[in-house]
């Protein structure tokens, strides 16, 4: 799956290198060193080359011999910078899906949408505010921050680490963290990510993610697409409909006014049906959480974290992919 993928993105990495000055690592390589990464939870680029070095599994699905010589961790760091800088991840993710899709794998009338919050690499301690200039800190490697009785807000203050980063909390009663909002949109007939988005964390970024993806969707037929309660809203519902997509979102009757949803959505068996299956995108989160080790992004920056999360998304699917072929009976 992986080799086929390769072969249709070659003219693209065709574009991004030079003709000119000394080789840099074939992109090829830097994304099969990238999926390793992400499948099997090493924890820094670093010791993934140390990995790559003495084991020859990992050499052998990058493409190096064992008398190879292995890359320095910072040339390895420096050229996959450059794989950040194009839309390598997104056309990864949609050729990997469009091979689920080939397979019968993939629905494409039947969504589920939702939204996590990814902690950003950046301390509380940076948050500072965007206008003040405070004297020097009495310890530049771990200054002392006393923010007792301060008032912050994204309005009035800033991470000095990662600027685009936001404070945002998974709920009531919960600690705010400097954080980005991942959002993916699932099909429901075997829980593949079909697209992914990773927006800051506002109020509204998961509704506002979750329009962007579903006008996406490709074809001119009616679709469905299921949600949380954190979905029903009047505008969200009003929106769905005017594209064409039934919105088969949960209800939220503790909310002022009602839920957007009658009862003429919510007594079709295709409503209940899909309120089923969108428990399956909480296992596309835990995986990517754990296992892909997102739950703490190592990048700084919206774009380069959407690209590991998109990038992820496709490990994801793959490694669904790969377990569904197993469950395919022989014939």
Known sequence: MVDKVLKE???????????????????????????????????SERMLIEEIDYNILFRWFVGLNLDDAVWDATVFTKNRDRLLEAEVAKEFLALVVEQARGQGWASDE??????????AWASAKSFQPKNKKGSPPDDPGNPTVDYRGEKRSNETHQSKSDPEAQM???GAGKEAKLSYSGNLLVENRNGLIVDSRVWEATGTAE????????????????VTVGGDKGFDTAEFVRECRNMGVTPHVAQN????????IDGRTT??????????????????????????LLRKVRHRGTLKVDWIFTFACAAYNL?????????????
């Open 9 to 43: 993105l070659s003219p693209e990495f065709n574009k991004m290198y030079s003709k000119v000055g000394r080789p840099s690592i074939p992109p090829e390589q830097l994304l099969r060193a990238l999926l390793l990464q992400l499948l099997y939870s090493v924890r």
């Open 110 to 119: 039947h969504f589920t949408v939702d939204g996590s919050l990814l902690e």
């Open 168 to 170: 945002a909390r998974k």
């Open 207 to 222: 509704r506002d993610a979750a329009m962007a993806m579903l006008q996406e969707v490709p074809g001119t037929g009616r």
């Open 253 to 260: 009757l503790a909310r002022r006014g009602g839920s957007a």
């Open 267 to 292: 007594q079709s068996a295709g409503y209940r049906v899909s309120q089923k299956k969108r428990k399956r995108i909480e296992e596309c989160f835990g995986w990517l959480k754990t296992i892909a």
């Open 319 to 331: 490694v669904r992919m790969r377990n569904l072929m197993r469950s395919v009976v022989p014939t």
